[in-house]
């Protein structure tokens, strides 16, 4: 998330919609509405970002002398938004966020919706520095191998997946994250967890690149 100025307003404060998450602000808030170049250049956003948040619903502007405007509640809404895009939300979730927030009854609740939100991005975020560094692993377990010609298949008697086992395989030589393998298959994350690791012990593999490696060269999944 971009570095905030802790002396600037923060977003949620009474006098503002007080059930915004509590976001600090980089800037003075405006004394008046913001004309939408304006918006744009204090977001470091373009005008057509601005009209998707509009089509998506999650800001609204208003006319002034037939120009687009946005209040203070806009601006305070925009900042959250923009806080969520800086760490990788997808607009989807900040849907999900922002209807969730309607149900908010104290800043309290609000500012808990949105920390279990950002709760559950850093545990993406960790799964998928694992991912990547797992990934770099292999790269280089498969450069030296196929350098020093002793690539093998350690083929077991017997492979049997059942289908949300093929599926969740499937996605895995896609180079999905855990997190989002579970997503897709609607799993808990440690039932996930535990499926893929299952999987990985079918192939007889150390990690979930072997087991794909292996799947694709047995052909189990295309290539």
Do not use: W
Request: net charge negative; proline share 4%; charged share 20%.
């Amino acid at each position: 998330m971009t570095a905030m100025n802790e002396s600037g307003p923060m977003a949620g404060n009474a006098g503002y919609f007080s059930h915004l998450p509590q976001v600090s602000l980089p800037f003075e808030m405006p004394s008046q509405p913001l004309a939408i170049a304006e918006m744009a250049d204090l977001f470091g956003v373009t005008h057509r970002t601005l009209h998707f948040y509009e089509e998506k619903h999650l800001i609204a502007a208003s006319r002034s002398g037939g120009m687009r405007v946005y209040d203070a509640e806009q601006i305070l809404r925009m900042a959250v938004i923009n806080a969520c895009r800086e760490i990788g939300i997808p607009v989807v979730i900040i849907q999900e966020l922002m209807e969730e927030l309607t149900g908010a009854n104290s800043q309290e609740e609000a500012d808990a919706i949105f920390h279990s939100m950002l709760s559950r991005r850093k545990r993406e975020l960790t799964a998928d520095i694992s991912h990547i560094h797992r990934q770099m692993l292999q790269i280089e377990t498969l450069l030296t191998a196929e350098d020093d010609g002793t690539l093998e298949i350690a083929k077991p008697a017997v492979i049997i997946l059942n289908d949300v086992e093929k599926r969740c395989l499937a996605l895995m030589a896609e180079g999905y994250s855990a997190p989002r393998i579970a997503r897709s298959l609607d799993l808990p994350f440690e039932t996930l967890r535990a499926m893929e690791d299952g999987i990985i012990r079918k192939f007889q593999a150390t990690n979930r690149f072997q087991a794909v490696a292996k799947a694709v060269l047995l052909g189990m999944v295309p290539n």
